[in-house]
């Protein structure tokens, strides 16, 4: 049997392992922290790009992105937002530290349906688990499910335009082929 093999199967149980392990962030690495949440930041916005991408309205795959310049970003500023139908995700500064927002309501379902729905969270959340970052930066993640409103929020962040520090998007349909490799 394959030496690789071997080892697998006398590894302890992920469950048991991963009790074992402590992740623990010093205050003098906050620098290396907020690094990892902007890159599980980015990762969770890909996600939901790719959800987008699955729908069939070229209307509901419309989004905006907008950001805050460094000079004007206070103790708690937003520093990057990307809003979509299914919800609003931030990338905001509070005290120094990042912090990741996403705000949506359960009403939205009706509009992308429940799949994308319950993906969208289950992306937020696996993107953020400690077994897959490299800090504990679980308590960064902070979701508002009951928004009041997402959709007239949305429309109406669309209907702002465009200015210097906002991009409005079309994210393209999905071929059918990416549904394959899931």
């Not at 919800?87 to 009706?110: A, G, P, V």
Request: proline share 3%; charged share 25%; hydrophobic share 35%.
């Amino acid at each position: 049997m394959n030496q690789e093999i071997i080892k697998f199967l006398e590894a302890p149980n992920y469950e048991s392992s991963a009790l074992q392990i402590v992740k623990l962030t010093p205050s003098n690495d906050l620098n290396a922290k907020n690094l990892e949440i902007s890159r599980v930041y980015n990762g969770i916005n890909k996600d939901i790009r790719y959800l987008l991408s699955r729908l069939t309205h070229e209307e509901a795959r419309r989004y905006l992105v907008s950001y805050t310049p460094i000079e004007e970003q206070s103790t708690h500023n937003v520093v990057f937002e990307f809003v979509c139908i299914m919800c609003s995700l931030r990338l905001s500064i509070y005290k120094d530290c990042r912090i990741i927002e996403l705000d949506t309501d359960y009403e939205i379902k009706k509009w992308i349906g429940g799949y994308n729905y319950d993906q969208l969270l289950r992306a937020a959340y696996r993107a953020t688990m400690w077994e897959t970052t490299q800090y504990n930066i679980e308590g960064c993640l902070q979701v508002n499910t009951e928004k009041v409103n997402h959709y007239d929020y949305w429309t109406g962040r669309l209907l702002e335009g465009e200015t210097l520090n906002t991009s409005l998007l079309i994210e393209p349909p999905t071929t059918g082929i990416e549904d394959l490799l899931i």
